[in-house]
């Protein structure tokens, strides 16, 4: 294991009454394999991965565990953290244009993370800047390393955001939403530029993303979280072609939808995500559950083991209601 | 000046959203606010004495139990001078305020109900007026037409108004998208009347807070004006002007210049105190 | 580039037109007898009518507009009735006075405004954060002439530290002219003594300036630095490992510059207006002390002279922000260009 999450709560301010963005997460991630978090907005999957590295935003107070290659991570002091930051785990975050500074040249913002590491001076850093644009695949990379964000393409930015977060070698990187904000074919660039990445650099990658379409081909294991709980945890395989949460079977509905053309009986989620202060009693997903019965209204499911799967869900669907999901009532 | 403040104070943090003293502070403004305002309109029921009447006797006195504001140099009660400077001082920045608003409301309302072309060129001179060093173009204009406290008026409200004409041609346009008024326009209300019954009712709100928050500033700029001799004449109490009267005295009579330095400040700070909570409640009905 | 300064320059020359005519229109169409208001009170017919001919006041309004303008093209404002000199000439005697003290009190401005700005921004909502705003918020209500009187109060009248007002003592013999600027002749006079003296007249004037702009300026450059720690990049270079310093310094104070650039253009367009009522209070020989005490005895072109130079100072200020925009923010270099 080399991340290990236990219990991890997140929420703003320390008033009792606050509610649990992230509301006891558990899971592991092994060295070398893809692991996505999936799951709508106000899920509470970008907390959980900014929670990695103390990036929380201010007011976020978060307790648990969190350790990388067993050392802890949650609530250390800034100087045990900043070593680790862009050093063993590297960061990609979504919209690069505003996630890269706008007065520094691309080339500069990579050096940056070597000097800052004490991995270069400044003309080996600007150097080995332009060899990462390489190694991400940025054609005319000396170039680009002078270029401002501005000055170059969408899907550039996001290469050069994940030159900027290979810098020091990292063993692990945590992309939160990578592709939000590229078009289709950009997108599938920067997947398979992951996936190679992963394979070359024997890197871990934790991937954050709302879009199941993303995941497809890439996940080795799947997270679904669903209002700060989990959902259902397990082989990406299993996740994709048999969902056993009826949450999981909606949003691969919903990815199936956006694809396809739509047709106007298939069911998509109905409704939206609860807002963190009205959370529903019982299982949280029951409102907009079209299997919900009486108990899901009341109890919480537990999280329970189903095959290779950890699931939260009173009446887990059976095998074959994945395969024709339009049935669900 | 009347542009100054306005356009980064995005991210400064009003008083509303700071809890308790807060709110207490805007309610201790709002009484000052009201006792202002009988300062202004019945002075003569405040004021212990008449503010013009000659006492050389008692001149610079201390402030002791019967002048607490102690007097100037021809014996006059500064308390009472300063009561009855209130309608002078504050009337005339409330003047120039509102002067500068009706012009304001009528020109952006004319440009965002244009066409772009139009809009573009009017707001251009609007752009241009902000170039103008404010202080320095009302004394050449006080120069050009004379002292006075009409010309304190006419000649701040002329640097005024493009501050409201910007936030009135942006409020237009705005509302001019809304589905009420696009509504209103496609059951073929005319121009006029969508302007007046559809689109300026809801300019009231940001301009009101606009008006109360510039009339601080509308106030400093007018004792300004009065200190160096453009406005107000002697022997009327406006506060500017007492303080002018005061530099040959104050390095010995120090209340002479602290009392009404003192009421100019506590008026212009009333003045953004409630312009804040204002937009504090106009940000909140708009739910945002 | 050309193209943009040439804009840029266009827009400060219909400023100053619409300055001048601002003034040229008032001061002619709104008195009813422009030449009898000139003369000032009690003048006889006979001078009135001497004044109306000698100021071309009898020809058609048009006519005497563009006689005007075309004088302020070659810098002729007409002569001071009070000093009986081109108020051209008089002009440039006093602005060395004035640019030294705006000079000295912007610097000091910009560093203060910048210092404080940086120590409320680096806690929001902290103790520090919390004073100083609170102090700005007071301060923004204070008049400037009567906090540099009650500086004249403390350190003339109480503490005896400073002299009241003027620019060099009375009584002693300031250095020889050379740029204008005291301070730069007595450092070239090589006088150590005369630098102290100028020093301590500069000091409350200089102070009165500085104090006035902090409250305006402070509040909102600290408002574009913290808007500026909310980016979404600054979680970027945290996320790479960077101290507080280095995200600080080289990442956030480097964007907050070009709002914190408009700010301070702003507040110099805003200090041309009031340096009048400072030099006034202090007693600088400047052009605002000038024009004021034209003013005075009813002598009005300097006045409106002085109205033109200041727009023509805000002009020069502006152009030259626009110039240090692009090199700051490249982001701005495209449409510059």
């Known amino acids: 294991m080399i991340l290990s999450v236990r219990d991890l709560r997140i929420r703003f301010g320390h008033a009792a009454a606050a509610p649990f963005a992230v509301d006891g997460l558990d899971f592991d991630v092994s060295a070398g394999e893809i692991f996505v978090i999936i799951g709508e907005s106000g899920s509470g999957k970008s907390l959980t991965g900014l929670s990695v590295l103390g990036l929380l935003p201010q007011g976020a107070v978060a307790s648990g565990s969190i350790r990388f290659d067993g050392q802890e991570l949650l609530n250390q002091p800034e100087a045990v953290l900043r070593p680790l930051r862009g050093g063993r785990i590297g960061v990609v975050y979504q919209d690069p244009l505003s996630a890269m500074n706008p007065v520094w040249p691309v080339g500069e913002q990579i050096a940056e993370v070597l000097r800052a590491h004490g991995l270069a001076g400044r003309r080996e850093a600007a150097r080995r800047s332009v060899e990462l644009l390489e190694r991400v695949h940025i054609p005319d990379a000396p170039r680009i390393a002078l270029a401002y964000p501005h000055e170059i393409s969408g899907g550039m930015r996001q290469r050069a955001m994940i030159a900027m977060a290979l810098a020091c070698g990292p063993r692990m990187l945590i992309a939160d939403e990578p592709t939000t904000a590229l078009d289709v074919t950009i997108k599938a660039q920067i997947l398979e530029l992951l996936s190679e990445l992963r394979r070359e650099l024997a890197l871990t990658v934790v991937l954050i993303t709302h879009d199941m379409g993303v995941v497809a081909e890439l996940a080795d294991r799947i997270l679904v979280m669903y209002a700060g709980k989990v959902a259902e945890l397990g082989p990406a395989a299993q996740i994709m072609n048999r969902p056993s949460h009826p949450y999981t079977q909606a949003l691969l509905f919903s990815a199936t939808m956006s694809e396809a053309p739509a047709k106007a009986d298939l069911p998509a989620i109905r409704g939206t995500a609860p807002p963190i202060e009205a959370r529903p009693a019982g299982c949280r997903f029951h409102p907009r559950c079209p299997q919900a019965a009486a108990d899901c209204r009341e109890a919480a499911p537990n999280l329970r083991r189903l095959g290779d799967v950890l699931l939260a869900c009173h009446y887990p669907l059976l095998n074959g209601d994945a395969a024709r999901p339009g049935c669900a009532p | ?288 | ?337």
Not at chain 2, 95 to 123: F, H, K
Not at chain 3, 144 to 167: C, D, T
Not at chain 3, 232 to 253: D, Q, S
Request: net charge positive; with cysteine.
């Open chain 2, 1 to 288: 000046m009347s542009g100054t403040a306005s356009s980064v104070t995005a991210h400064t943090t009003r008083l509303s959203s700071t809890g308790w003293p807060g709110r207490v502070l805007l309610i201790v403004a709002w009484i000052i606010a009201a006792a202002l305002a009988v300062f202004a309109l019945m002075p003569h029921l405040v004021a212990p004495y008449d503010p013009i009447f000659l006492d050389v006797v008692d001149r610079l006195r201390a402030p002791g139990l019967s002048h607490p504001f102690g007097t100037d140099e021809g014996g006059r009660d500064i308390l009472s001078r300063v009561i009855y400077g209130t309608r002078y001082s504050l009337g005339v920045a409330v003047a120039i305020v509102i002067v500068a608003a009706l012009i304001g409301i009528l020109y952006g309302a004319a440009a965002g109900m244009s066409s772009r072309r139009t809009d573009d060129l009017l707001m251009r001179i609007v752009d241009l007026f902000f170039g103008i060093p404010a202080l320095v173009l009302a004394l050449a204009l006080a120069a050009a037409i004379g002292r006075g406290l009409d010309t304190v008026v006419l000649s701040l409200a002329v640097v005024w108004w493009p501050g409201y004409a910007r936030l009135v041609r942006g409020e237009v346009l705005r509302l001019r998208e809304r589905p009420h008024v696009e509504a209103a326009r496609a059951l073929g209300v005319g121009t006029w009347s969508l302007l007046f019954r559809h689109i300026l009712p809801f300019v009231v709100q940001p301009v009101n807070v606009r008006i109360t928050t510039d009339i601080g500033y509308a106030l400093i700029a007018v004792t300004a004006l009065s200190f160096l001799g453009l406005g107000a004449e002697s022997p009327t109490p406006e506060w500017g002007l007492l303080i002018r009267d005061s530099r040959p005295y104050f390095g010995s009579a120090w209340w002479y210049l602290v009392f009404p330095g003192v009421m100019v400040m506590v008026t212009a700070t009333v003045c953004s105190i409630i312009g804040d909570g204002l937009a504090g409640s106009e940000a909140s009905s708009r739910g945002a």
């Open chain 3, 1 to 337: 580039m050309t193209a943009f300064i040439a804009r840029r320059l266009a827009w400060g020359v219909l400023l100053l037109l619409l300055v001048a005519t601002l003034t040229f229109f008032l001061s002619r169409v709104v008195p009813a007898d422009p030449a009898a208001f000139l003369a000032g009170q009690n003048t006889s017919a006979a001078t009135v009518a001497r004044i109306r001919a000698e100021y071309g006041l009898d020809r058609p309004l048009p006519v005497q507009f563009a006689t005007y303008l075309g004088g302020l093209v070659r810098l002729d404002f007409g002569e001071s009735l009070r000093t009986h000199r081109p108020v051209a000439d008089d002009l440039v005697q006093f602005l060395p006075a004035s640019l030294e003290l705006l000079i000295v009190s912007f610097m000091i401005y910009v560093i203060a405004s910048f210092w404080l700005a940086v120590a409320a921004a680096r806690r929001p909502g902290g103790a520090v954060d919390t004073a100083i705003r609170l102090l700005t918020m007071l301060a923004t209500g204070i008049p400037v002439f009567w906090l540099g009187m009650a500086l004249q109060f403390v350190f003339f009248y109480r503490l005896h530290w400073l002299p009241l007002a003027g620019r060099f003592p009375l009584r002693d013999t300031p250095p020889p002219v050379h740029t204008g600027f005291l301070l730069a002749d007595s450092l070239i006079a090589g006088s150590l003594d005369d630098v102290w003296k100028s020093l301590r007249c500069l000091a409350m004037p200089a102070l009165t300036i500085v104090l006035n702009l902090l409250a305006v300026g402070t509040r909102l450059s600290r408002a574009a630095l913290i808007a500026e720690f909310d980016r979404p990049y600054v979680r970027t270079a945290r996320g790479k490992g960077l101290g507080p310093r280095a995200i600080l310094y080289r990442h956030v104070l480097r964007n907050a510059l070009s709002p914190v650039l408009t700010v301070t253009t702003m507040q110099f367009g805003y200090m041309l207006s009031w340096v009048i009522l400072v030099e006034v209070i202090f007693g600088w020989p400047g052009i605002g002390l000038y024009a004021y005490q034209s003013f005075e005895v009813f002598d009005y072109a300097p006045v409106i002279a002085l109205a033109i130079v200041s727009t023509a100072g805000f002009v020069l200020i502006n152009l030259i922000m626009d110039l240090i925009y692009p090199l700051i923010d490249p982001r701005v270099r495209g449409l510059a260009t």
